[in-house]
């Protein structure tokens, strides 16, 4: 697991941006600084993909937004707030062959009672991710360039001589918050993308969102369909990785085989949650 929040020290200058944003003239020993990777433009399980371009526009749309931590009620306000933020190279690749690069951002919070136990937690590693929301302008498809929203043609997750096809996410346009997670997720960093709707596509984007969380409910029943038919282990990663890959179709025929091998009896208390989070509004997603 990658370690997405890093505390450090302080520095002299870096203590004169923060005094930007305080209150009143803050001291080193007041506030806790912590560095964390908001998120990268490697593609993620939307087959989405934020440009290098994107990344350094949302390093400049971060400085200033304020973090919170959303499974505390007691502390559900404003803990954190990012003060710089930056684009960096790193030394791994991604999925489409560039070099990944990471959204690095810069966070301080004050020392005081309410932040003591987030603080040993980010401390001690078991805080290690957040998740940021932001709103999109445009998705982009890496093989035509036209806006994608179904009907170029091309598939997402399939190979165009030798070019994977997947969304670019072009001009980021605002940023609404960023909070530590508790529960580690998957990825590094997760992203509530929101997209800004294109009226003319807006019927197009309806039936794609619908086949998209439907496509979701089929992933989670297979996935449960095959351990229930003892065809997968307990978070079988390869088996979640193949079914992740299938089709409307694809994903309909397992379920009718899973299904056929199984009193459906026995069934109902494991499919009733789906696969995506459904309390998320149509237009956002989920890593
Ligand atoms: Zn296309």
Redesign the pocket.
């Known amino acids: 697991m990658t370690q997405c929040l890093t505390p450090f020290e302080v520095g002299q200058q870096d203590i004169e941006i923060i005094n930007r944003y305080a209150r009143k003239k803050l001291k080193p020993e007041e506030i806790y600084t912590f560095s964390v990777i908001l998120c990268d433009n490697d593609i993620d399980r939307d087959c989405e993909a934020f440009t290098k371009e994107s990344l350094v526009k949302l390093a400049d749309i971060f400085q200033g937004v304020t973090g919170i931590f959303d499974h505390e009620i007691s502390s559900k306000n404003q803990i954190a707030r990012i003060y710089k933020a930056t684009v960096i190279p790193s030394n791994e690749k991604t999925l489409y062959g560039d070099v990944k690069y990471k959204l690095k951002a810069f966070a301080y919070m004050p020392k005081n009672d309410s932040t003591k136990n987030i603080i040993s937690r980010i401390d001690s590693g078991i805080l290690k991710e957040v998740s940021v929301s932001c709103r999109i302008q445009n998705k982009i498809?890496?093989?035509?360039?036209?806006i994608?929203d179904g009907t170029?043609?091309?598939n997402l997750g399939k190979k165009y001589d030798g070019k994977y096809?997947y969304i670019k996410l072009e001009n980021p346009i605002d940023a609404f918050e960023w909070s530590f997670v508790a529960v580690p997720a998957q990825r590094c960093a997760g992203v509530v993308k929101n997209f800004v709707q294109n009226s003319a596509n807006n019927e197009i984007n309806r039936q794609n969102k619908m086949g998209f969380y439907y496509q979701n409910r089929l992933k989670s029943q297979v996935v449960k369909l095959g351990f229930l038919n003892n065809f997968m282990q307990d978070n079988d990663a390869t088996f979640k990785n193949l079914i992740n890959k299938l089709n409307i179709d694809e994903l309909e025929a397992f379920k009718d085989e899973f299904e056929k091998k199984l009193d459906r009896k026995n069934l109902i208390p494991y499919l009733a949650q789906p696969y995506c989070n459904e309390k998320n509004e149509n237009s956002d997603f989920i890593i």
């Open positions: 498809c890496s093989i035509c360039g036209k994608y170029c043609g091309h096809c």
